[in-house]
């Protein structure tokens, strides 16, 4: 079976030079945990992931307390507590207000199908890359997206939900 029976035509992307908070609002009222990440001329240049955004805050966060435990002689629990409020807060408000190609990683390999691959060539991309969704791109444009849950719907032979 082709990618293209069984990916997701619609579409919900983010642009590169949006702001992480924008981003995010985005995947939330769309109730999807990521999408691709597309340049102002629809270019796939990576994906966005919700654990994108959350290891951007665990990554200031651990910064701040270590920062603070390589500072602070014999802390009073009370002012701990109320310190990592602070920095989470401060972590939280840096990572939304930065652009998202500030937080995906440098490293990320853009991977991508084409409408006519193979549902089993997806199957195989997911499992050795250890990601939930690919992107599928004709003509370097994003054209769909096939999800680990619609892999999951073809072999059940359901129709997805929606």
């Known amino acids: 079976m082709s990618i293209k029976n069984a990916m997701t035509r619609d579409v919900v992307s983010v642009k590169a030079t949006s ?85 995906v990683p440098k490293e990320q390999r853009v991977l991508s199908l084409s409408p006519e691959d193979s549902l089993d060539r997806a199957i195989h991309m997911m499992a050795e890359h250890n990601v939930n969704r690919l992107p599928i791109v004709h003509d370097s444009q994003v054209v769909g997206i096939i999800t680990r849950q619609d892999i999951i719907w073809v072999i059940a032979g359901r129709p997805k939900q929606t």
Not at 53 to 73: G, H, P
């Open 19 to 103: 702001k992480v908070k924008d981003a995010w609002l985005i995947l939330m009222e769309a109730e999807i945990s990521g999408a691709p990440l597309v340049s102002d001329s629809g270019e796939l240049i990576g994906v966005l992931s919700v654990t994108d955004i959350y290891r951007a805050v665990l990554d200031r966060v651990q910064k701040a307390r270590t920062l603070r435990e390589a500072s602070v002689m014999n802390p009073d629990p009370a002012e701990v507590e109320k310190e990592e409020l602070r920095e989470l807060s401060l972590a939280i408000r840096a990572v939304l207000d930065s652009q998202v190609t500030a937080i």
